[in-house]
């Protein structure tokens, strides 16, 4: 079965730095697709930035990148110049191709950011 | 990005009654909606996935009498907690797929008293 670990319940940045999320995952499966969300305060899961795992380049979404590491079953969320705005739980997800599409989620990390 | 509403937004009940929670795609045909529960501080934890038409396939530990999901078109689909008690309190969302990526509902706050 897959699995997606998050091993930092929490992190924080300064105002307008720079911090890595960190994620790995456990899968047999050679296609799959990976995902970051944000879970502010109200609650509302807002999708950041996804990745196909037969993409060899990296996804960026403006101030978000990844560092997609296959062979490592590593995927980290990088936050550049972050904002106050950013601040909120972050889950890493995987999904399979098969499986009906469901998503396994990681445990989450909460972020904070500092004036 | 797509749009996937959820009613209502907040219930509070007495034990033993149940609660029926709406979850609909507003602007896409979701062949496939996933109901989760999630607990504070802590992660999604999938409930079942509903596919229109067809039966909800629930995850293990999930007791299908007592949340019950129906998918009945492809913008709607609904969770229906019932004989709720306080332990059902939770934060319930929902998700709807029709093409990639699925996208969440705002969720429900239920509240069993």
């Known amino acids: 079965a897959q699995t997606v670990t998050q091993s930092q319940p929490e992190m924080s940045v300064q105002e307008a730095e720079t911090v890595t999320l960190s994620c790995t995952y456990d899968t047999s499966e050679s296609d799959y697709y990976l995902f970051w969300y944000k879970q502010p305060p109200s609650r509302q899961m807002i999708l950041v930035i996804r990745?196909?795992?037969?993409?060899?380049q990296n996804a960026t979404e403006n101030r978000f990148s990844v560092n997609f590491q296959k062979a490592a079953k590593s995927f980290s969320l990088k936050i550049s110049d972050s904002q106050l705005g950013d601040a909120a739980m972050y889950f890493c997800a995987y999904r399979g191709t098969l499986a009906g599409g469901k998503l396994i989620f990681g445990q989450g990390t909460e972020l904070s950011v500092k004036p | 990005g797509a749009v996937v509403s959820q009613h209502p937004s907040w219930v509070i009940c007495k034990s033993g009654t149940s609660v029926k929670i709406e979850c609909r795609s507003l602007?896409?045909?979701?062949?496939?909606m996933f109901w989760y529960r999630q607990f504070p501080k802590q992660s999604l934890m999938l409930m079942a996935t509903s596919n229109e038409g067809s039966k909800a396939t629930y995850e293990q530990g999930v007791e299908k009498d007592k949340f019950l999901i129906n998918h009945a078109s492809l913008t709607l689909s609904t969770l229906t907690v019932t004989s709720a008690h306080p332990e059902d309190s939770s934060f319930y969302i929902c998700?709807?797929?029709?093409?990639?990526?699925?996208?969440f509902g705002p969720g429900t706050r239920l509240t069993v008293l």
């Open positions: 990745q196909e795992a037969y993409k060899q």
């Open positions: 602007d896409f045909q979701a062949t496939t």
């Open positions: 998700s709807a797929s029709g093409l990639d990526p699925q996208y």
